[in-house]
């Protein structure tokens, strides 16, 4: 089939990118929301526990909110800030208040002393109905860990998004970025001193949803790094160099931090007071060997690709392996780039524009470059997805339909023939599967559901390649 003739068009990609994130939204939402179908909703979160835990992000096409991978999805947009900013031009205002839906949430969460909230809402009584968000009766049940039930990923991936978000806030807001930074370094002594997995301690309210498979290590690593990326104190970078450990060094989401570590560090490293061969010898081989592993003529790759040449893992849920890598790429670019530095591959050299080259592919296929010249982000080109599995897209809006629609009365609306009422204007779906093919219906989640994390990397590479 012939591809789409089209140019990406990366302004328009990251607009939408952004305004993604107005359509997760939980809490009361602000006069200034543009995605006005989405209305209040899980106005009384935390009441069970004495806490105020309104706000924050519904993490997919449900409306629970599970705070590792949310937490991951603040780091990776303020990441995104921080390296891309400068090209986001009007949409850094809105990319700075996506972060902030998520960090004001997160200061709520952490608010008592030596207690860090890790999810709020049942999953099992949720992904039992099919309501709106605004409609939801389900149990808002507030799960949280603290000294004796410990969730040092959890925690120390909070302590990650309050460090990188005050960095992007430092240029904008001193003061904020600076109760940010006080607060990260107060979580990140709590999820090291009193270490252990959530996954013991909130059990099956997490797993096996978001549970935990790689260790907390990777998290206190990851969160350490931020740390000292926003502070510079040297106890924090003994910390990293100290407790690094193998894991997967070429996997990269919201439970594995190996790459994402590595790839920031060797940026780290290059600090001069720190520039010492033990230092670099821990992470830039780790990030040179990252990079060799994703390249398509690599005899050692740790990636394949479909016939149309998306970058795929399996597992489904492909995309936060194509955005997540595809990020780490232009970044490391980056940094290579300003060190005059190429990577001997084994049979090839790459050098920053390789990196990028490769990371463009991987937008441009989801952007409509593919063999079905469809668009996996909704509401981008003229052919997209339009039967996403999200409960608010698919039901009428409270505006339309005011009357309560209760927890299995949603289903009838789920099993409409029709596209969804509601677009969901910048998701990124799940995406298709290895011989590129896409079944466009909710009942194939793996396809269909979009997350907040596959969304964040894609917000800094779009505005990248807007001004590349």
Same mark, same amino acid.
């Given at each position: ?149 410990? *969730?040092?990923? !959890?925690? &120390?991936?909070?302590? @990650?998004?309050?460090? =990188?978000?005050?960095?992007?806030? +430092? ?71 100290e407790n690094m450990q193998g894991g997967n060094i070429k996997e990269f989401g919201w439970d594995a931090k190996h790459? *994402?570590?590595? !790839?920031? &560090?060797?940026?780290? @490293?290059?600090?001069? =007071?720190?520039?010492?061969?033990? +230092? ?121 339909v005011p009357e309560h629609i209760g927890c299995r009365d949603g289903d009838a609306y789920f099993n409409k023939e ?51």
């Open positions: 089939m012939e591809r789409a003739a089209a140019e990406s068009d990366y302004a328009e990609a990251l607009t939408k990118s952004i305004l993604f994130y107005e359509g997760q939204r939980s809490g009361k939402l602000p006069s200034s929301q543009r995605m006005t179908w989405r209305k209040d909703s899980a106005l009384t979160d935390g009441s069970d526990i004495g806490m105020d835990l309104v706000g924050g992000y519904y993490d997919a096409g449900d409306n629970v909110k599970f705070h590792l991978p949310m937490a991951f999805t603040v780091t990776i947009l303020s990441w995104s800030v921080i390296e891309f900013g400068q090209f986001m031009d009007s949409d850094l205002q809105h990319a700075l208040e996506a972060i902030r839906w998520g960090t004001d949430y997160f200061l709520k969460a952490t608010s008592k002393a030596d207690v860090v909230v890790a999810q709020v809402g049942d999953p099992y009584g949720d992904h039992d109905c099919w309501e709106r968000p605004e409609d939801m009766d389900t149990p808002r049940t507030s799960y949280f860990v603290d000294k004796e039930h410990p *969730g040092s990923e !959890v925690s &120390a991936e909070i302590a @990650a998004s309050l460090a =990188a978000s005050s960095i992007a806030f +430092s240029n904008s807001d001193s003061d904020y970025s600076a109760l940010l930074l006080s607060r990260a370094v107060q979580v990140f002594q709590f999820a090291d001193t009193h270490r252990g997995s959530y996954n013991d301690s909130i059990g099956n309210a997490t797993c096996p949803f978001y549970c935990d498979f790689n260790g907390y290590m990777d998290e206190l690593v990851w969160a350490a790094s931020w740390l000292y990326k926003a502070t510079k104190e040297a106890n924090y970078w003994n910390y990293v160099k790459a *994402g570590i590595n !790839v920031l &560090a060797s940026q780290v @490293a290059k600090t001069p =007071a720190f520039l010492l061969p033990s +230092s670099l010898a821990l992470f830039i081989p780790n990030a040179d060997q990252f990079v060799c592993s994703i390249f398509p003529q690599s005899p050692t790759k740790s990636v394949s690709y479909t016939p149309g040449g998306l970058m795929f893992k399996p597992g489904g849920f492909n995309m936060q392996t194509t955005m997540s890598i595809s990020f780490l790429l232009v970044v490391y670019a980056q940094y290579m780039k300003a060190a005059s530095k190429t990577i001997q591959c084994e049979g090839f050299v790459a050098d920053p524009s390789g990196l990028v080259s490769l990371a463009r592919t991987q937008v441009d296929y989801v952007l409509g470059n593919n063999p079905l010249s469809m668009s996996y982000m909704v509401g981008y080109g003229e052919k997209f997805p339009q039967k996403i599995h999200h409960r608010g897209s698919t039901m009428p809006s409270i505006e339309e029709g596209p969804n009422p509601n677009v969901l204007i910048g998701a990124l779906v799940g995406g298709p599967v290895k011989d590129d093919s896409f079944k466009d219906s909710r009942s194939d989640i793996a396809e269909s559901e979009p997350t907040t994390y596959y969304n964040a990397p894609f917000v800094g590479l779009s505005a990248y390649f807007k001004a590349n």
